[in-house]
């Protein structure tokens, strides 16, 4: 079959590293697998099974505004016509984040599914703080997938929007989130020489006011002093600047971006997500998988359905810094076998893979 996975950008986030790994399994699989980035931005290592193309040569921000759309989705429907000459028939087309949505959901392309990573609710209410404008396009991105066929990387997310009365899909349905285990924890044996020897805990996750640093910043500050915190983030100097405010700067440790950040995250004694609002986190799934304990946020969606049964214990209700800086404190001393987590056997990127493929059938 030939596949196209359409996104914003290639840069370090986790809708894109989610993406690359499914189009690396449906690659194996013998399939033809195209990625088409709005931005010609990349940061991640892209696999040779894997053919990777840009639409725009700029940074893409404002492609899907109204004074540009009907441009934009001419040339989206010109790259199209083009790979159907070159290939054949398209049999699948996954769009991922709003510009891509937006642009694909005015198109006359086929075979489309749009894929929702975050908590449209939740996006929402963010987007609400930054002015009416920024909450109009947001608002106005959700509701053009009315009628559109679309995939939730959670249960959450597919429950918020049935019950909800901004979107009505024509069809909807949840896949989780692909996982290469195996890859992954190969990459987690890998030598690193700048992973300090030093107890240590961290927290995988760009910076933006989702991730709320604030809230871990402050839940660190209470944590005994023996401890490091390792951030993989985009903007480590903002880091460290809102770790002055906190007093922790001197205990940070911040390497900026990480191709492989799992033998980071295998040497921690334990990863800590405090987000308000997420899809599926991937990073807790990560965690697990290489045998990390995790304390996250019980935020809308995710954390609840991969921190079950006697997991469940280091969630922690969203915006509280003390009590999470006391499950932190739990998770250290239980030192909790995660590597059989439920969550672990459905995830692995075969099964999903495969569930992505018969919705082109």
Not at 13 to 35: F, P, R, S, Y
Not at 293 to 308: D, R
Request: charged residues 20%.
């Amino acid at each position: 079959m030939n596949i196209v996975i359409v996104i914003d950008s290639l840069v370090g986030g986790g809708a894109e590293k989610v993406m690359l790994t499914l189009a690396e399994q449906i690659a194996t699989l013998k399939h033809n697998v195209t990625i088409l980035s709005l931005a010609n931005s990349v940061e991640y290592d892209i696999p040779s099974n894997l053919q990777v193309e840009s639409l725009f040569t700029d940074r893409a921000s404002k492609v899907d505004r109204f004074w540009l759309r009907k441009a934009s989705v001419a040339k989206l429907e010109s790259w199209f016509e083009k790979k159907r000459s070159e290939v054949g028939y398209i049999d699948l087309v996954l769009s991922n984040l709003d510009r891509s949505n937006n642009l694909l959901a005015r198109s006359n392309v086929e075979n489309v599914h749009f894929v929702m990573h975050n908590s449209v609710n939740a996006e929402l209410a963010r987007q609400k703080k930054l002015g009416p404008l920024s909450y109009l396009y947001l608002k106005k991105s959700k509701q053009n997938l009315n009628g559109k066929s679309l995939i939730c990387v959670s249960k959450g997310v597919e429950n918020e929007i049935t019950q909800g009365n901004l979107i009505t899909p024509s069809a909807i349905t949840t896949i989780y989130n692909p996982f290469d285990l195996k890859k992954i924890n190969q990459q987690a044996s890998e030598l690193n020489t700048n992973i300090p020897n030093v107890p240590y805990l961290i927290h995988v996750g760009r910076l933006a006011k989702q991730k709320r640093h604030d809230i871990l910043f402050a839940a660190f500050a209470k944590l005994d002093k023996k401890y490091k915190l390792v951030l993989l983030c985009n903007k480590p100097t903002k880091a460290l600047k809102l770790a002055q405010q906190y007093g922790i700067a001197e205990q940070l440790i911040v390497p900026g971006f990480e191709q492989n950040p799992y033998n980071w995250i295998k040497h921690a004694k334990a990863l800590v997500l405090s987000s308000d609002f997420e899809g599926l986190p991937t990073v807790l799934i990560e965690a697990l998988a290489v045998g990390t304990p995790v304390v996250s946020t019980n935020c809308t969606f995710g954390p609840s359905e991969i921190l079950t049964g006697t997991l469940s214990k280091y969630l922690v209700p969203i915006q509280q810094s003390e009590q999470l800086a006391r499950v932190i404190e739990q998770v250290l001393a239980d030192k909790p076998n995660v590597t059989n987590a439920a969550i672990l056997q459905q995830v692995n990127a075969e099964q999903v893979a495969a569930k992505y493929l018969a919705l082109a059938n």
